[in-house]
């Protein structure tokens, strides 16, 4: 399945073959050589136009940022030596630092490791050994930190009393130094970015200029972005999406960016309400924590576009988004860091589609195919493991001080195994049903997570719903569920079972439930099964042989 096979000759018309390294890709003939160059490009063409309102509420213009990110890039080659391939760590908030030494990286060539500002210092230290850093951009509040960081003292450069002014104006004499050419080209690394697992399961994923560069034209083509929208980012900036799908598309189209540090679903509401935000790209957890909020804001006349990914929507929370906000289309995105964020993407509104809780189609530049444990496609209908390859699919996994990337998941002809389980419908649509290691099986019979999500959250009275699977003696494993009620509503777990009965097979109705007041979740903002699995053996202790599913 190839993207270009879907998508209208406005988006895929102009597309050409070109080789990158020893990859060959089909992607866009303008294509930006890097970030920088995107920036440069805005910059020319709308200097007087807001770029980013940091969380201090500072509005900076193309025009200024580009300025600030040349000094830095000055500022960086010149008195810290960095260059091509430097690996340059960045633990910033998400303010106008962030953003400026992200493309300051970029214009002198060098790889920029965003770092989670979420996580405790021995996960970040962690995450820079195994990055193996050359110089840290870090923001001041980390200073008590640094003696623990495997980067040597003088390596550090902090960002200081930005609540003051601008976090790097003490490094003299930044404004003085020569403007140097950008150095990036476009199959050189920009980004490592790691997998939102466990630090000692994350991975630095490497991608390439081109991979974000595709990636960010992609979103701005299909959601017909332009200068007149306005997005927000509520999702953390050092992940994919905040990083690519929204902040480098953003600056791609020259439109204007609004950054929150932490999310806060009463301030997203107030912010689109106040700033007339366009563009909402967020996961299925904030949509949840919007919802609620409806009474409050039951207007919100700006928004046009809605973008769910990074786990499953249940369509009851669509729809609802559709009753609430009728003028704005509700897509629902598929993608990894893997693919510097998109792989899928509905082709229209999803709630008001007869396909609604199919996941999407393949997006331009991008192939996808479902295999077999051995390899071999599986015919239309059948569950196999999603691969992808295309533009913006990562060439593989940092490995070490040489720089190699490791192709981990990595065919030899480039197909990355996503390690999802989907299947195909006779309309091309891909329906996403699982994680391959969440499935699970009880005594044989196979029990998709999200599908059973699904069946939940449309009974009366559930808001949200988790499921994940525990050691059975009998069967194996059997599902269980974390259940957030919806306010006012008493729910029991044989209620609920009950209620399940008629609408779902014997063995894939939850042996137990537990009642919650939120959905606990990763830091990359995804649904905690293990956490939820931890719940459930909480609360019964065991599940006996001859459980309530039998």
């Given at each position: 399945?190839?993207?270009?096979e879907f ?6 018309g ?6 990158f390294?020893?990859?060959v890709?089909?992607?866009?003939p303008?294509?930006a ?9 805005t ?5 007087e ?9 500072r509005s ?5 940022l580009l300025?600030?990110?040349d000094?830095?890039?000055?500022y960086?080659t010149?008195?810290?030596g ?7 760590g960045?633990?910033c908030?998400a303010?106008l630092e962030f953003v400026?030494?992200l ?7 060098a790889m ?9 210092k021995?996960?970040?230290?962690s995450?820079m050994?195994?990055?193996d850093l050359?110089l840290?951009?870090a923001?001041?509040q980390f200073a008590?930190?640094a003696e623990?960081?495997p980067?040597a003292?003088?390596?550090i450069?902090?960002?200081?009393g930005a609540k003051?002014g601008y976090?790097f104006?003490?490094?003299?004499p930044l404004g ?5 050419e950008?150095?990036g ?5 920009a980004l490592?970015i790691?997998?939102s697992?466990?630090?000692h399961?994350?991975?630095g994923v490497l991608?390439?200029?081109y991979n974000?560069?595709h ?5 701005a083509?299909?959601?017909r972005?332009t200068p007149?929208d306005?997005c ?9 999406t905040?990083l690519?799908?929204?902040?480098m598309q953003?600056v791609l189209?020259g439109?204007?960016s ?7 679903a ?6 689109v309400l106040?700033e ?5 790209h967020?996961?299925?957890?904030v ?9 409050e804001?039951?207007v919100l006349?700006s928004?046009r576009?809605l973008?769910?990914g990074?786990?499953h929507?249940p369509?009851r ?8 906000l009728?003028?704005?289309?509700f897509?629902?995105?598929?993608g990894l860091?893997?693919t510097?964020s ?6 229209v509104?999803?709630p008001?589609s007869?396909?609604a809780g199919a996941t ?6 991008i ?7 051995a ?10 493991e999603l ?8 060439v593989g996994?940092?490995h070490g001080?040489e720089g ?10 480039g197909?990355?195994?996503t390690?999802?389980l989907?299947?195909e419908?006779d309309g091309?649509y891909?329906?996403?049903?699982d ?6 099986n009880?005594?044989g019979?196979k029990v998709?997570?999200s599908?059973l999500?699904?069946v939940l ?7 949200a ?5 525990i050691?059975?003696?009998l069967y194996g494993?059997v ?9 006012g509503h008493?729910?029991?777990?044989r209620?609920v ?7 779902l097979?014997?063995?894939e109705?939850p ?5 919650v007041?939120?959905i606990p979740?990763?830091r990359?903002?995804k649904?905690d099964?293990g956490a939820v ?5 909480a609360a019964?202790g065991s599940?006996?042989l001859?459980?309530?599913n039998d």
């Amino acid at each position: 399945m190839a993207g270009r096979e879907f998508w209208d000759r406005s988006a895929v018309g102009d597309m050409v073959e070109r080789s990158f390294g020893d990859r060959v890709v089909r992607t866009y003939p303008d294509l930006a050589t890097s970030p920088y160059h995107a920036l440069r490009d805005t910059a020319a063409r709308s200097p007087e136009v807001v770029a980013i309102v940091d969380d201090k509420g500072r509005s900076t213009s193309y025009g200024q940022l580009l300025e600030l990110v040349d000094a830095f890039a000055s500022y960086l080659t010149c008195v810290r030596g960095v260059g091509r391939g430097s690996r340059l760590g960045l633990l910033c908030y998400a303010d106008l630092e962030f953003v400026v030494t992200l493309y300051a990286a970029s214009k002198v060539g060098a790889m920029c490791v965003p770092l989670p500002t979420k996580y405790r210092k021995p996960e970040l230290v962690s995450l820079m050994q195994t990055a193996d850093l050359r110089l840290l951009i870090a923001d001041e509040q980390f200073a008590t930190w640094a003696e623990a960081f495997p980067v040597a003292a003088d390596d550090i450069v902090w960002s200081r009393g930005a609540k003051e002014g601008y976090g790097f104006s003490y490094l003299e004499p930044l404004g003085t130094l020569g403007v140097r050419e950008a150095q990036g080209r476009p199959e050189d690394t920009a980004l490592m970015i790691f997998t939102s697992g466990t630090t000692h399961a994350a991975k630095g994923v490497l991608l390439t200029n081109y991979n974000v560069c595709h990636a960010a034209e992609t979103y701005a083509r299909l959601l017909r972005t332009t200068p007149a929208d306005r997005c927000l980012i509520p999702v953390p900036i050092y992940h994919v999406t905040g990083l690519v799908a929204l902040l480098m598309q953003f600056v791609l189209v020259g439109a204007t960016s609004y950054l929150h540090r932490r999310f806060d679903a009463r301030r997203v509401v107030e912010t689109v309400l106040a700033e007339g935000i366009t563009y909402l790209h967020a996961t299925p957890t904030v949509f949840a924590e919007l919802l609620p909020l409806r009474p409050e804001a039951p207007v919100l006349p700006s928004l046009r576009i809605l973008l769910s990914g990074s786990s499953h929507e249940p369509v009851r929370h669509m729809r609802l988004f559709h009753e609430w906000l009728p003028q704005a289309e509700f897509r629902v995105v598929y993608g990894l860091t893997e693919t510097a964020s998109p792989a899928l993407l509905f082709l229209v509104d999803t709630p008001t589609s007869e396909r609604a809780g199919a996941t999407g189609v393949p997006v331009p530049g991008i192939e996808a195919r479902l295999c077999d444990d051995a390899g071999a496609a599986v015919a239309i209908g059948e569950v196999g493991e999603l691969w992808l390859r295309g533009a913006c699919v990562t060439v593989g996994y940092y490995h070490g001080t040489e720089g190699a990337p490791a192709p981990d998941g990595l065919t030899a002809d480039g197909w990355l195994k996503t390690g999802d389980l989907a299947y195909e419908d006779d309309g091309g649509y891909l329906w996403v049903v699982d994680r391959k290691k969440d499935m699970i099986n009880r005594g044989g019979e196979k029990v998709w997570c999200s599908a059973l999500e699904e069946v939940l959250c449309e009974l009366d009275g559930v808001r949200a719903s988790c499921v994940t699977g525990i050691t059975h003696e009998l069967y194996g494993e059997v599902p269980v569920a974390a259940i957030v009620p919806e306010p006012g509503h008493a729910l029991s777990e044989r209620g609920v079972q009950s209620a399940l009965a008629g609408r779902l097979a014997r063995f894939e109705i939850p042996a137990h439930l537990v009642f919650v007041d939120r959905i606990p979740t990763t830091r990359g903002e995804k649904p905690d099964r293990g956490a939820v699995r931890d719940l459930v053996r909480a609360a019964i202790g065991s599940i006996p042989l001859g459980g309530s599913n039998d």
